[in-house]
Each structure stands twice: as C-alpha cells, then as structure tokens.
T-cell receptor, first 119, second 112 residues
Framework: GAVVSQHPSRVICKSGTSVKIECRSL??????MFWYRQFPKQSLMLMAT?????????EQGVEKDKFLINHASLTLSTLTVTSAHPEDSSFYIC???????????????FGPGTRLTVL | AQSVAQPEDQVNVAEGNPLTVKCTYS??????LFWYVQYPNRGLQFLLK??????LVKGSYGFEAEFNKSQTSFHLKKPSALVSDSALYFC??????????FGTGTRLKVLA
C-alpha cells in the first residue's frame, strides 16, 4: 500500500530556532500533500495544502512566513517552523494523495507524525 | 460550512461485543465520508469510505459503516470488538473541495 514517512519523528529545540520536518511518499508520487497540526485531545487542523512545483495554499489564520512549505518534488514536501516558540509545540502530521490528479473522494495516506517540543 | 460531529469522546465496550462509534455531518452537496484510525504517536490509517451507491460500506479489520442521508450520519460499526481495536477514531467529510474536515475523534477502549 501507499506509505508516507515523516522525519524526524520527534524533535526538541530551543525557542527562536527553526525546525524542518520532511514528508515523503515512499512508493508513489504525490502532486498534493497536506500539512495538519493536532492538539491534544483535538482534531486535526489543516494548516496548508502543498502542491508540487507551486506555492502552498495556507488556511486562514496560518502564518505563511512562519510555517514555510516547500514541495520541490513529487515525493517530498517540507514544513519549516521558523523562529519557533513554545506555543508552536504540537504534533504535526502530513498526508498525501496517492493519485497524480487530486480528487476529493480519494482517501489520504498519512505520515506517522512529528512531535515538536519548543523549550 | 462543512462540519463533522463525533458526540462521544470515549466509547467503552467489552471484547466480543458489538461496537458503534457515532458520526454526524453537515455539508452542502453530496458528501464523501471517511473513517480513519489513529494509534498512539502514529499517523492516521484509512479504514473505509462512502462515495456513492450501497449505504453499507465494508472496510479494513472487519469494520463497516452505514451512510444514512436522512439522519446525516455515518456511524462506524463492528460486530465483535477486539482489544486491539482500542485506538482513536476519526470521521472526516469532503464535499468536493480540496479540504477534508475531521471530527474531534472518539477514543475506543475495548475491555478484555
């Protein structure tokens, strides 16, 4: 089946530093990837939609200069949290559509998530 | 606006008993409905989906869900629960856009 990996699985950093999280589709090409943030005991909040070769589409309220997304290839999207602060601590999850053409009735394949802790 | 409600934060069921995890939705247009399961510190895994056709959808690990248009519900069911089914379950909806809306999740605890 379609496998999505994320790296790192866990990261601890100091306030003010930047952290890069990678999302890779291992056995398929993904034109579209999604980045979510999950708070404890809450649902997934869509942060942005990442499209290969074009700029990401950010959801309302998500700072694009703080959460930089780059989808440079059909198998890799990266999320960089710039100048991280403790309130950015969260579980970040990516997902990918396994079809070259996105369709809203396709199931998504999710990465295992990255736990970010900012001290 | 699209929305998904999972009214129960937690569902407890004895092993071997049937289980139901509830989901109701609100969308304009025809809904595409999904169930995902999440194990601790893991990403979500797809269980099943309803797109069109038969209202009863069968999915992975013996799970099934019934689409009820009049009640705008898509409850997840399993005839006989296993301890290994204990996890966090999310219902999601999409009505033809790029955006999936997830419910707040229901923690299923199957007791031995």
């Amino acid at each position: 089946g379609a496998v999505v990996s994320q790296h790192p699985s866990r990261v601890i950093c100091k306030s003010g530093t930047s952290v890069k999280i990678e999302c890779r589709s291992l056995d398929f090409q993904a034109t579209t990837m999604f980045w979510y943030r999950q708070f404890p005991k809450q649902s997934l909040m869509l942060m942005a939609t990442s499209n290969e070769g074009s700029k990401a589409t950010y959801e309302q309220g998500v700072e694009k200069d703080k959460f930089l997304i780059n989808h440079a290839s059909l198998t890799l999207s990266t999320l960089t949290v710039t100048s991280a602060h403790p309130e950015d601590s969260s579980f970040y999850i990516c997902s990918a559509d396994p079809n070259l053409a996105f369709s809203s009735y396709n199931e998504q394949f999710f990465g295992p998530g990255t736990r970010l802790t900012v001290l | 606006a699209q929305s998904v409600a999972q009214p129960e934060d937690q569902v407890n069921v004895a092993e071997g008993n049937p289980l139901t995890v509830k989901c109701t939705y609100s969308v304009s247009g025809n809904p595409y409905l999904f169930w995902y399961v999440q194990y601790p510190n893991r990403g979500l895994q797809f269980l099943l989906k309803y797109i069109t056709g038969d209202n009863l959808v069968k999915g992975s690990y013996g799970f099934e869900a019934e689409f009820n248009k009049s009640q705008t519900s898509f409850h997840l069911k399993k005839p006989s629960a296993l301890v290994s089914d204990s996890a966090l379950y999310f219902c999601a909806v999409n009505s033809g856009t790029y955006k999936y809306i997830f419910g707040t999740g229901t923690r299923l605890k199957v007791l031995a």
